[in-house]
């Protein structure tokens, strides 16, 4: 997939409880600095002659006193590097001033008049070139369906300088003399294609650009975080804001923040994450029920291992946690833990640091390897458990790993208590486990096209960020 390696961002997602689109900060943002603009304003400059190229201008037909005149074919030949000069205009409009030292267009014309005796008629090629033109161009960005940003409006207006007219390989003279008066009116129009192809160069690369930023934010497939792309452009950067949908019965602890995208350095785009984002998504992933796992038989022997009554040579399972249940039901007994969460995990964004916490409903159940044998129901009770979370960024996703420092057990059975401190270090590593190799192994998409500097992600309450780096490679493609 071609991207548009600016993504033009700076992912700025502040914390707030969005109960309508734009009423606290937003989700994310996306903010590229002139330091990232730079690359790409200059790759479209880079590209304006192949593109104008590939977009003949269309044909025209006008009289010349008596002469009738019909130039075909006409397209661009030669375009100088042009010279991109822009400016950022709040809220969202992208301001463009580009001098064009030289173009020549050719084509051909079909000359034809009417006298007294007959009709004359004649045919040649012609050169227009077009010295100093200067184009003022400028795209607005707008919103679209499902929360999409793109180009809505976009204008271009041409200034001209010096014209000049080379004729070729006609007959008559009184053809090149009405193609020489009709200079005025052609060139007008010249640059008037020339003015759109151009402004389409700009919207194609910007929409694409565009294209990349996420109006749906999803750990997995079966969960997703809509909302709504809104520009914010100031005179150093072109930001994208993030503003989620309001979610019925989502609730944060923590009052809205604005995240602060300032950083040393120059660096081409900044990432800012916020944690009640995050902390949206792990409600959704709540009340889809992808908190809540079951570990069996069949489940991944990562994971079952752990809570068998035959240890092997690990030597740590249940079995150990209670030498009771290996002596009543068998080492080779089948043994279910069914985890189901009561309540959304939370992720917090502390000073250089994350912390985690996630709750839930434990139950064991454990069979007798025999038939008929009944499945009994052996330990039940609460767990919760919390500690910090390290994030890193990998090509275009981010991760997390949680390393638990503590973990609270509470059974409810007074047979079985001994395990709300024997259980612990089990239970511990069956949680961690699952968070890291499961549920978060996925990670969470990133707009395209960035690349993390030194993978330096820093936090500050409820916010997290990290300069980046732009990679305009797929944007800056030549192919249409």
Not at 214 to 221: A, I
Not at 287 to 313: H, M, R, V, W
Not at 354 to 374: C, D, F, H, L
Request: hydrophobic residues 40%.
């Amino acid at each position: 997939m071609n991207r548009f390696a600016v993504t033009m961002l700076v992912v700025t997602l502040s914390a707030g409880v969005c109960e309508a689109l734009g009423s606290s900060p937003p989700g994310y943002s996306v903010q590229i600095t002139r330091a990232g603009l730079d690359p790409l304003i200059n790759g479209i400059a880079n590209l304006s002659e192949a593109y104008a190229k590939k977009s003949p201008a269309p044909d025209a037909t006008m009289d010349i006193s008596n002469v009738h005149l019909i130039f075909k074919g006409m397209s661009i030949s030669t375009l100088e590097r042009p010279a991109f000069v822009y400016t950022l205009q709040a809220p969202n409009k992208l301001l463009t001033k580009v001098t064009l030292p030289k173009v020549i267009i050719k084509g051909l014309f079909q000359a034809s008049r009417r006298t007294q005796f007959e009709t004359q008629e004649d045919q040649g090629n012609v050169d227009f070139t077009l010295v100093n033109a200067t184009l003022t161009q400028s795209v607005t960005l707008g919103t679209f369906e499902n929360g999409i940003l793109r180009v809505d409006q976009r204008d271009c207006k041409a200034t001209l300088g010096s014209t000049n007219v080379a004729i070729q390989n006609n007959q008559q003279s009184f053809s090149a003399d009405a193609v020489r008066a009709a200079a005025p009116a052609e060139r007008q129009l010249l640059a008037t294609n020339l003015c759109n192809v151009l402004t389409q160069l700009l919207t194609k690369k910007v929409d694409r650009a565009l294209a990349q930023l996420p109006s749906v934010l999803s750990f997995s497939n079966n969960v997703s975080l809509k909302g709504q792309l809104t520009p914010a452009f100031t005179v150093d950067s072109v930001k994208v804001n993030f503003s989620e949908e309001s979610i019925t019965g989502f609730a944060s602890a923590w009052a809205p923040v604005l995240c602060d995208t300032s950083v040393a350095g120059s660096p081409q785009a900044i990432l800012t994450v916020s944690d009640v984002t995050f902390n949206k998504l792990l409600y959704l992933d709540y009340k889809s029920g992808l908190l809540n796992f079951t570990l069996s038989p069949s489940s991944a022997p990562i994971l079952y291992q752990k809570i068998t009554l035959d240890c092997g040579e690990s030597g740590v399972c249940l079995g150990n946690v209670d030498k009771k249940l290996p002596e009543r039901f068998g080492k080779d007994a089948k043994v279910e833990l069914q985890m189901e969460a009561p309540m959304a995990s939370t992720l917090e964004f502390k000073e250089s640091s994350t912390a985690m916490t996630a709750s839930w409903r434990a139950t064991v159940y454990i069979t007798k390897n025999q038939e008929g044998a009944p499945r009994t129901l052996v330990a039940s009770g609460a767990v919760s458990a919390s500690g910090p979370l390290q994030a890193n960024i990998q090509g275009e996703k981010a991760y997390g790993r949680v390393n638990i420092a503590e973990l609270k057990l509470k059974v409810d059975q007074p047979e079985v208590q001994s395990w709300d401190q024997d259980a612990q270090s089990l239970f511990k590593d069956i949680v961690q486990t699952y968070i890291n190799d499961f549920f978060l192994k996925d990670g969470l998409s990133l707009p395209s096209g960035l690349s993390v500097e030194n993978a330096s992600i820093k936090f500050s309450p409820h916010c997290g960020k990290a300069p980046f780096s732009l990679d305009y490679t797929g944007i800056l493609s030549s192919e249409e």
